[in-house]
């Protein structure tokens, strides 16, 4: 772990087994997991919780203070799972007093120059292509795949296993298990390859095919959909999560086809 060339709080609490590059800085109250690689130029900063067997690649900023105007050097985290790998250049930033801590979580690709904002919530098994950006409070669910320079709005709320288009401009939440796509961002139908991948069988997956047809092929507002689903679709995980996942978007959901 030594380095002479990096800069470590003797505070910080760093496993013997991490490797250290030059040029690193890492601030007191850090904590850092076994089998951690952190590269050169990369700044850790007070608040950062990170896991086992990450990779950190050069010029990543983790737990810089929130570029938040009502934050007031409240003592907040940024937290990291374990086996996920923050390429060049990308910037995390720890919590406001709104929720204390942002958090990313195991097994997460995050490739180069992604922003994640304050209090935001990134699930495990996402991968967030290059330099799409998070604005603060987002969710971002487990194996959700997000396409590079997308932007999303704060309080977003991104489904799991969602698959969304590069470039793409959220302003809406997306629900489970679609492909949202297009300008504006629309439903392009379910993420039935990726479903797959994962091990959902296709009658499963029909299910949620049946499911979206009443949200956004019917002609039917939201409220009246999710009344009809529950009525006339038998109960499934899947279903209830999707009806749940509706209910509460508090931005809304995203739009049918355009």
Known sequence: MKQPLAYIHPAAKIDPSVIIDPFV???????????TRIGSNVTIMAGARIGKNCTIFPGAVVS???QDLKFKGE???????DNTVLRECVTINRGTAAKGKTVVGSNCL????????HDCVVGDNVIMSNATQLAGEVVVDNFAVIGGGTLVHQFCHIGPHVMVQGGALVNKDIPPFVKAAREPISYAG????GLRRRGFSSETIREIQEIYR??????LNNSDAV???????PATKERDEIILFVRNAKRGIIKGYV
Do not use: K, Q
Request: aromatic share 6%.
């Open 190 to 193: 379910v993420n039935s390859i």
């Open 110 to 117: 995050i490739m180069a120059y992604c922003h994640v904002a």
């Open 25 to 35: 800085t890492i601030e007191e109250n850090v904590e850092i997991g076994a089998g």
């Open 64 to 66: 810089a203070v929130p």
């Open 75 to 81: 003592d907040t985290v940024a937290i990291i799972g």
């Open 214 to 219: 009443y949200l956004y092929l019917s002609g």
């Open 227 to 233: 009344e009809r689903i529950e009525a006339e679709l």
